[in-house]
């Protein structure tokens, strides 16, 4: 699974990268086979203000997948990739149960 990787602000540091794309795996691993394009953004919303402004949204496309986006902002950018990868993959299980579940009725 390969990460394709857009800053809009904070810059993207070998360490960041690193976390980031470890997260996403760990967060993506089971559905490898399902997964086949993985995007992350990362942008810094109010520039030098500061605040709660860390935007980190992920969008992934897969072969019985439909095209999932999840997005979380907090002030540490490290926080919102915890949140953000948890979040879609939690996004990418619910998906391939529904879409399993109606493909393969149980029978009565």
Same mark, same amino acid.
């Given at each position: ?14 360490? =960041?990268? #690193?976390?980031?794309?470890?997260? %996403?795996?760990?967060?993506?691993? @089971? ?13 810094? *919303?109010? #520039? ?6 860390? =935007? /980190? ?5 897969? $072969?019985?997948?439909? *095209?999932?986006? /999840?997005?979380? *902002?907090?002030?540490?950018? +490290?926080?919102?990739?915890? $949140?953000?990868?948890?979040?879609? #993959? ?5 998906? %391939?149960?529904?879409?399993?579940? +109606? @493909? ?5």
């Amino acid at each position: 699974m390969k990460v394709q990787l857009i800053s809009q602000g904070p810059e993207l540091t070998p360490a =960041l990268r #690193g976390h980031l794309e470890r997260r %996403l795996a760990f967060a993506l691993g @089971r559905f490898g086979h399902e997964v086949s394009q993985v995007w992350a953004r990362i942008a810094d *919303t109010n #520039g030098p203000r500061g605040g709660i402004d860390k =935007l /980190v949204a992920v969008r992934v496309k897969g $072969r019985h997948l439909q *095209t999932i986006l /999840v997005s979380d *902002t907090d002030a540490n950018l +490290y926080a919102a990739i915890d $949140r953000a990868a948890d979040r879609v #993959g939690r996004a990418i299980a619910r998906a %391939l149960e529904r879409s399993h579940r +109606y @493909r393969h009725p149980r029978p009565q």
